[in-house]
């Protein structure tokens, strides 16, 4: 059965960091564009970046200001989410999420969500 589990969430102090990991499994996510989102209590869903299959593209809402990278480890069927100098406002639920997706940019729409992971910042 196809499932994304997100980990590497928890509670970290401003202008910590953390690495967010998002495994697949009943799936092989390196055929796969895998997208990652935060919802904020009370906000919409917004997209954080995204990790192209083949040619490992990646992209970037404008807001992160460069402090989060996307990466991937096909071997362990995983992507992650570096986040580096956090910040109060970077306190929401992170999920990742797969696609099919041969176009470029971020895809419209995914086939797997994962449950998510909380991430608090403060002080």
């Known amino acids: 059965q196809a499932q994304l589990v997100e980990s590497g969430g928890g509670l970290v102090q401003p202008g910590g960091s953390l690495r967010l990991s998002c495994a697949a499994s009943?799936?092989?996510?390196?055929?796969?564009?895998i997208g990652w989102f935060r919802q904020a209590p009370g906000k919409e869903r917004e997209g954080i970046s995204c990790?192209?299959?083949?040619?490992?593209?990646?992209y970037y809402a404008d807001f992160m200001g460069g402090r989060f990278t996307i990466s991937r480890d096909n071997a362990k069927n995983t992507v992650y989410l570096q986040m580096n100098s956090l910040k109060p406002e970077d306190t929401a639920v992170y999920y990742c999420?797969?696609?099919?997706?041969?176009?470029?940019?971020?895809?419209?729409?995914?086939?797997?969500w994962g449950q998510g992971t909380q991430v608090t910042v403060s002080s």
């Open positions: 009943g799936f092989t996510l390196e055929y796969y564009t």
């Open positions: 999420a797969a696609a099919v997706h041969y176009e470029l940019g971020c895809p419209n729409e995914y086939d797997y």
């Open positions: 990790i192209n299959s083949s040619d490992r593209r990646t």
